[in-house]
């Protein structure tokens, strides 16, 4: 039993009692806990020694309350003791074994405002009366898989506003359990998380308090755990039906209606780069925005056209393949929404510009395009509107100085930066700065000739004008 030497006055029993209604109001609001009272001053007064180090017992309510781990004669426990609540434990780790030897007969077990992270062993199954157990505002990380497993009589587990961040269900499983809250930590959404989702009778998620109230932690902050999970869980399920790998890369929110209700917006990225593929996937999981395809031997775009799940791809990165030719893609609804599109290191040759140009007067989306590493062709036919549409846009061909023409032997283009060359490197030949070509040939020999024709004109007409003689050509002509 409790020391009667702990006996209190009638102003601390009533000061104590308005702690434990307070407490059994706020529930875990770490914030609000007998570690840390906020009364009236008349109430607390006498009581700024609640932030050392000591323990005192509330002999109405069995309660005792430590802070700063066990002190004096509760070193060595007590079986009268029902409720154990321990501020501002001082080690990192905690034995519920060896306190349960101590406080035989706990009901319910409080640990709050403390830096421990793990637990030595799991709850002892002697602990026969242990009905709640409560980690509040500590740094607990994680939990063994039995860490509750054996003990018959509990009935609430309260683990919030702690530093959990995955959970496997057997570490929340014991045979009479009820109430689990959760809410507070910083939760990785990810596929290990799933068992939140089962919420059949007998299930670990069902017996949840605050199941929707639980948060994700970065990537995916301040979205809700329950509904990211099962995108997550979704996105894997179909992602096995492809070759490929896939992540959710970001959850976004959206209001819709007047009523101003959020929505989530899922954004997944599958990778199918090195599969081999000689064509485009025909399936994808549903959210795929980011397509990574390079390194196969994909060479026909059709499926940007026809394939309706490819309208949510608005990144796709086609690098290394073996794509000839995008004037297919010419008015399409893909080019006039796209964000990203990668052509590196393929078959390109030429690309009609006024197409492009007129689907990025049309896309307020388009953020980047790469085109680099291919064997442009370089003559005064396509290079100069290639050219003005690259300097009109600046900003939206990242890999600019990469756009080289093709590599021909003899040629002094060959292999230069097509944005630096000049309209005379294009458009003329270097055999044509050395040797006639047969059209220049003739365009001198006409010249030529009405050069000859008008300086005859004039020699006749200044000879008739002097002699008063005819031409001779003119003489003879009836």
Known sequence: MIDKNYILTREDRRGALILVLLFSVTGSSWGKHPCAPRFDSAISKGHADWLTDHCEAKLSTFHLICSGGFHDKWDTGSEGVRILTLCRWPDKTIDPEEILQKFPSLQSLIILDSDLTHLKNPFPSNATELQSVKFNGTKLEVLPNDAFSQLPSLRILDLRHNSLSLMNEHALMAPSIQEVYLMGNEWKCVSEMSWILNMENDSVASRVVDRDKLMCSVPYYDR??????????????????????????????RTLGAANQKELMAFASVNCSSRGLTEMPDFLPKNTSTLYLSKNQIHDLTPLLKNPIYK??????????????????????????????????????????????????????????????????????????????????????????????????????????????????????????????????????LASMIIFVLGKLLYDYWTFKRTGKLPWIVAKIP
């Open 224 to 253: 809700p755990l329950v509904p990211v999970v099962e995108i997550i869980t979704e996105l894997e399920e179909e992602c096995l039906k492809t070759d490929c790998q896939c992540v959710l890369s970001y959850v976004g929110r």
């Open 312 to 445: 949510e791809v608005i990144d796709i990165y086609l690098d290394d393949n073996n794509i000839e030719s995008i004037s297919l893609l010419e008015g399409s609804y893909w080019l006039d929404h796209f964000r990203a599109l990668s052509l590196r290191g393929n078959r390109l040759t030429d690309l009609p510009p006024y197409a492009l140009e007129n689907a990025l007067q049309q896309n307020g989306h388009a953020a980047s395009i790469f085109l680099g590493k291919n064997p442009w062709r370089c003559d005064c036919h396509f290079t100069p509107g290639f050219q003005d549409l690259l300097s009109r846009h600046p900003s939206l061909f990242k890999d600019v100085n990469e756009i080289t023409c093709s590599k021909v032997e003899n040629d002094e283009n060959s292999e230069k930066t097509i944005r630096e060359l000049s309209r005379t490197a294009i458009c003329t030949s270097p055999a044509d700065e050395y040797w006639l070509q047969p059209l220049d040939i003739l365009n001198v020999v």
